[in-house]
């Protein structure tokens, strides 16, 4: 079967420019929602921990659980808590939201800065701590979210000095309405290699992580090696079975490919199935120079070449490109049932 091939050197180093920028791996929170980027959910857990990071964000609840023991601290994005759990905490998106938490559950509020997605308005910041009051909450933390941190416009600007009111009002909040100091966290990846001095709380980092994320060079911070970044993840399949062509011969769905000579076609165990987006179809070529046979079929694709094994791709951002999207639909694409080995 076609599998994943994880790179512990590629991540740790990764981890260890991120860590120059947050000051402490403390204050590194990494984003494992979605099955870690399509990385492996407990292949990417079992590695941060062995590099020391205490603090993970996820989607679901589930997700939190499986993770559980791996983490100190697990900030949930988009759902109610199931159960009492001191590790575990969730956020609030909206102010309708405060009222499906039981009271002493861990939450952090979502301010929505400019986003206009997830988040309570900026103007209803004090009816949202009056309602998490009245109904017991932990609230430990404010944070917002940036749409456009890793593109040159007026918002990621924008969207920074609205959040410094933010703090400043939540912090008046927090002693009005008797909550502990709260923490303050804005940056995803784009934002923290765009911050020339971090100062939050936590940054949330994913795609910095796996070694994908890609910023205009007119925002790279002098200083920040973003090209240093490695990917970590690589995407192997195996062959099932090869063939000769003589000048003519179509192969595929469609007749999409038609020798120009006589070559050596081989199928391989991967296909839109797995994750191997269709639109890959007809112009795909691997790192290693050899181009794809026509359509990807649900289950296999074709290439020319007659290896036993082919590295499909070592680079998410480089399928990208042929695919006309952006890494994180690759990555996260890839399916669960796919083996990934470190």
Do not use: W
């Amino acid at each position: 079967m076609a599998y994943i091939a994880l790179d512990k050197n590629h991540f740790f180093n990764n981890l260890d420019i991120i860590t120059k920028l947050t000051k402490t791996k403390d204050k590194t929170a990494l984003v494992l929602k979605d099955n870690a980027y399509g990385h492996g959910l407990l292949q990417i857990a079992r590695m941060a921990k062995e590099y020391g990071i205490t603090k993970a964000v996820v989607r679901t609840f589930e997700e939190a659980k499986q993770i559980e023991s791996f983490f100190e601290y697990i900030l949930v994005l988009a759902d109610f808590a199931q159960e009492s759990n001191e590790k575990i905490r969730y956020t609030i998106n909206d102010l309708q939201a405060i009222l499906k938490f039981a009271k002493n559950t861990k939450v952090q509020l979502k301010v929505d800065t400019g986003m206009c997605r997830n988040g309570i308005l900026m103007d209803e910041l004090e009816e949202a701590f009056v309602l998490c009051a009245k109904q017991g909450l932990k609230l430990e933390a404010v944070f917002t979210h940036h749409s456009c941190a890793d593109e040159e416009n007026e918002y990621f600007d924008l969207q920074n000095k609205n959040f410094q009111q933010v703090k400043k009002e939540a912090k008046v909040l927090a002693k009005k309405y008797d909550f502990a100091p709260l923490e303050f966290h804005s940056c995803n990846s784009a934002a923290l290699f765009r911050t020339n001095d971090f100062d939050e709380d936590m940054a949330r980092v994913g795609i910095a992580a796996y070694g994908c994320l890609e910023l205009p060079n007119a925002l790279h911070v002098k200083g920040l090696h973003v090209n240093e970044l490695a990917p970590v993840l690589s995407v192997y399949a195996k062959k099932i079975s090869s063939r000769k062509l003589q000048k003519g011969d179509c192969v595929g769905y469609g007749a999409a490919f038609e020798a120009k000579a006589s070559c050596s076609v081989t199928n391989y165990d991967f296909g839109y199935g797995d994750g191997f987006l269709r639109s890959c179809s007809h112009n795909f070529i691997t790192p290693e120079g050899i181009k794809i046979a026509g359509r990807i079929s649900m289950d296999n694709s074709s290439f020319l070449t007659d290896k036993e094994e082919l590295l499909i791709f070592n680079d998410a951002r480089e399928v990208a490109k042929y695919a006309g999207t952006i890494s994180y639909e690759i990555l996260t694409s890839l399916k669960a049932h796919l083996r990934r080995t470190i």
